[in-house]
């Protein structure tokens, strides 16, 4: 049975310290008035205002759009502004994002993201010819899912690469970026050579948790991973691409040679593909007719 006054108020317990503290970071506890509506965020403005002015949060806009507010509640990471505190049992643990350096308290440093977005090849649309250039509903589609992004980097934070391991990898943030690029139908920059090479898309074993964790529900392990992992396998390991740009060097320059010489290509390669498979049971066929 919860006791009247555990019914009025919520228990939190945060996660104190700053960057270069020579003490180890503590927990403190908080007894916080319980209202109708109340979000995480509503809890510690309430600990800033009445309970410890020292406590450090960043926030902004309080209506989940502006991403700031990013924290791990309970282990989870989430916006503190879209967290009711009805949505969770007990004790509410309020901590930093731990993928990213601690300023202090709830603050992260998230700088690092900027210098990744700074090197990812921007947008660079192709040169005009005389065609008539048309923008399709699903081209619109998907730019504006990936639009969505509000940049809490909370995928970032959940991300098991970014989180424990030491290696070059964007994170699922900036590869949702870059396939927003590559995916316009008016970009002429091919990002898989930098994706493999420097942003590190082979370390994504894709076990979808960034997609799980967005706040804005952006597909993003279906909609933006996968498709930049396949088109680096297109651009770097796929022998009939492979066969096909070594052969584009040496035949002329025009779209409808290009088009012929890959269909040529693709008949080629299925023809050899599937013949063990007709051969085989045609084989089998004719040996059984002539016993």
Known sequence: MVSQQAAATVRLKVRRGAAGDAAPARYDYFEVPREDGMVVLNAIHYI?????????????????????CSAEINGRPRLMCKT?????????VVEPMSAFPLISDLVTDVTENWKVAAMIPPFTPKTPNSREWR??????????????????????????VVREHEADYVGPR?????????????????????????????????????????????????DAIIPEKERVVDRHYDPILWVYRRLSKRVPKGEQVENGVMK???????????????????????MAFLR
């Open 174 to 222: 900036w590869v949702v970026k870059a396939a927003s690029l590559d995916m316009h139908p008016m970009d002429s920059v091919n990002r898989a050579k930098f994706m493999k090479d420097v942003g590190g898309l082979g370390y994504c074993n894709i076990t979808k948790c960034c997609q799980e964790i967005c706040p804005e529900h952006i597909v993003i392990t279906d």
């Open 84 to 92: 009711p505190v009805d949505s969770i049992e007990g004790e509410i």
């Open 48 to 68: 800033q205002s009445h309970l410890d002015p020292s406590l450090n949060a960043r926030w902004n806009c309080k209506a989940g759009r502006c991403g700031s």
């Open 264 to 286: 040529a290509l693709k008949v080629a390669f299925w023809g050899l593909l599937m013949a063990p498979v007709v051969i085989v049971p045609l084989l089998y066929l004719v």
């Open 135 to 160: 923008f399709y509903q699903q081209d619109v589609d998907r730019s504006r899912e990936f639009r969505k992004c509000i940049e809490c980097f909370l995928c970032q934070d959940v991300c098991h």
